[in-house]
């Protein structure tokens, strides 16, 4: 299988004139083209017309080259899709470099959790339980040794705050009967 082509010719190129014809043209001026995100050359140059000619604004003779015919034409090809694969880490906060032990809860949640124990799903886990017990930090702990352990996994921290907002929610609906929660 072939790379993409942003991939086979990165750097500069000269476009006009043609490399292999450069004898007899005057250089006045040289005019270097960087393409964007997410494309590459030729393709962001080109324009498809309505009889289906492809022209290049770049390279065809009618276009940039009839403007400035003194000029050499460059285009500069990098790799614009460099982030378009790269992870996620949405964490609002420091690892705890004093955290230790709960080794056993992380091990179950980390076995469960990780990207390795299925590659076809979101691992999407909740920790709950008494306030004060440590849940932020062991959620903590697990997010960045699977980052650890995978720089490819993403990560989205999302908190909840069920005293201020459901519970206060809930209870209404309920009338005056306590809820524990």
């Known amino acids: 299988m072939s790379a993409p082509r942003s991939r086979q ?7 006009v004139p043609s490399p292999d014809s450069v004898a007899g043209h005057t250089t006045i001026e040289s005019i270097i083209a960087i393409h964007g995100l997410g494309t590459e ?24 080259p009839a403007t400035v015919p003194e000029a050499r034409i460059f285009t500069y090809d990098w790799n614009a ?4 694969d790269a ?16 080794e056993d809860v992380l091990r179950l949640l980390l076995d469960r959790i990780s ?4 590659k076809d799903a979101c691992q999407r886990t909740v920790i709950q339980g008494l306030g004060g017990i440590g849940k932020t930090q062991i959620a903590l702990e697990v ?20 005293r201020s907002d459901k519970r206060q929610r809930i209870c209404s609906r ?8």
Request: aromatic share 16%; with cysteine.
């Open 9 to 15: 010719r990165l750097g500069l190129h000269q476009i």
């Open 41 to 64: 050359s030729p393709r962001t140059w080109e324009f498809k017309r309505s009889e289906g000619r492809v022209v290049n604004w770049l390279a065809d003779e009618d276009m940039l």
């Open 81 to 84: 899709n460099y982030f378009q």
């Open 87 to 102: 992870p996620h880490w949405m964490v609002p906060f420091e690892r705890n470099e004093g955290f230790v032990g709960r």
């Open 115 to 118: 990207p390795s124990a299925n």
């Open 143 to 162: 997010a960045f040794r699977l980052r650890d352990a995978d720089p490819s996994c993403s990560v989205f921290w999302m908190t909840f705050h069920w």
């Open 174 to 181: 309920r009338g005056s009967r306590r809820l524990d929660t």
